[in-house]
T-cell receptor
Framework: DSGVTQTPKHLITATGQRVTLRCSPRSGDLSVYWYQQSLDQGLQFLIQYYNGEERAKGNILERFSAQQFPDLHSELNLSSLELGDSALYFC????????????FGQGTRLTVV | AQSVTQPDIHITVSEGASLELRCNYSYGATPYLFWYVQSPGQGLQLLLKYFSGDTLVQGIKGFEAEFKRSQSSFNLRKPSVHWSDAAEYFCAVGLSFGAGTTVTVRA
């Protein structure tokens, strides 16, 4: 158990819909990272938040957004969902603002039908 | 920009044999380098990391990796593979991950 909690574990939704994925980092970790893992794209870094502020941005679509709340949990919002958004979404956390000891959650498997 | 290449998509190794997974990176400064392992249906677990200092780093589960700046490589090794090592292995530089190498262990 990495200490990073992601909910829900599985999500099935229809095209055009909006979903929210939630991540609770390890106790004391200030950074949260979001990744998308798909068969064709591999593991893609989406975005990082550090202590409530956006710190780094990767290949995140405009239809996707994220935020980190004062209690340090984070949410990834995916809207206008397309079939191609079906993937495993991972959250990771680390103590500081660099991924020198990033711990990953179990992921949320999103299926868009 | 950072990039990571794992040249081998799939490796099959016999139980008890040695294993080496290749990783090449592109990065201007001294990189933060990582190896992660992912078992089916699981998240990623950190095996080892390199930031500076001794270029041979020891990790968990008997793995080690060697940083070679001249070759821009950070290869992962294990002297004797166990059946439980069958998994997918990812090399990472900073926030960028390689495509992964799937390891199959045959009896």
């Amino acid at each position: 158990d990495s200490g990073v909690t992601q909910t829900p574990k599985h999500l099935i939704t229809a095209t055009g819909q909006r979903v929210t994925l939630r991540c609770s980092p390890r106790s004391g970790d200030l950074s949260v990272y979001w990744y998308q893992q798909s068969l064709d794209q591999g593991l893609q870094f989406l975005i990082q938040y550090y202590n409530g502020e956006e710190r780094a941005k990767g290949n995140i679509l405009e239809r996707f957004s994220a935020q980190q709340f004062p209690d340090l949990h984070s949410e990834l919002n995916l809207s206008s969902l397309e079939l191609g958004d079906s993937a495993l979404y991972f959250c990771a956390s680390s103590p500081g603002d660099s991924p020198n000891e990033a711990f990953f959650g179990q992921g949320t498997r999103l299926t868009v039908v | 920009a950072q990039s990571v290449t794992q040249p081998d998509i799939h490796i099959t190794v016999s139980e008890g044999a040695s294993l080496e997974l290749r990783c090449n990176y592109s990065y201007g400064a001294t990189p933060y380098l990582f190896w992660y392992v992912q078992s089916p249906g699981q998240g990623l677990q950190l095996l080892l990391k390199y930031f500076s200092g001794d270029t041979l780093v020891q990790g968990i589960k008997g793995f080690e990796a060697e940083f070679k700046r001249s070759q821009s490589s950070f290869n992962l090794r294990k002297p004797s593979v166990h059946w439980s090592d069958a998994a997918e292995y990812f090399c990472a530089v900073g926030l960028s991950f390689g495509a992964g190498t799937t390891v199959t262990v045959r009896a």
